[in-house]
């Protein structure tokens, strides 16, 4: 640039650029403060995997009706549809409980896009049975 430049340039102007670069220096520190206490953080406490195996009060000797519902996707934000969600009952030791495996069955819906999908249990009344994170599309 030249003097003459310079002297054209008016303090209104320079205001206003040296703000904005103030403003992204804040927001860069903000940003790498935030990644620095993520780093640091656990996950939630329910730690995701293919299956869930749930432990659920016998209704006449068999498992009740289960639905999964409101799936989201820990990373991506994405839903995934109750439908996808197999539950098979398997034999328990206990004679008024059963156990149920919670399982993504991939080939019952859309493509699944692979993240942790954090969710609910609920019996045919609505009652929660359990809190569930499934790991799908991975």
Not at 77 to 106: A, M, N, Q, Y
């Amino acid at each position: 640039m030249r003097d003459q430049e310079l002297i054209r340039l008016r303090p209104r102007d320079l205001a206003t650029v040296w703000g904005t670069a103030f403003g992204q220096v804040i927001d860069l520190w903000r940003t790498a403060l935030t990644a620095l206490l993520e780093a640091g953080s656990g996950e939630a406490h329910i730690l995701g995997d293919h299956c869930n195996q749930l432990a659920v009060r016998a209704v006449g000797g068999r498992a009740p009706s289960l639905v999964a519902r409101n799936l989201v996707g820990e990373s991506f934000g994405k839903s995934l549809g109750g439908h996808c969600v197999r539950f098979t009952e398997k034999i328990s030791g206990d004679p008024g409980v059963v156990l149920v495996d919670c399982c993504v069955d991939e080939s019952r819906g859309q493509p699944i896009q692979g993240d942790i999908y954090r969710g609910e249990v609920v019996d045919e009344r609505g009652v929660l049975i359990a809190q569930i994170a499934l790991d799908a599309g991975s």
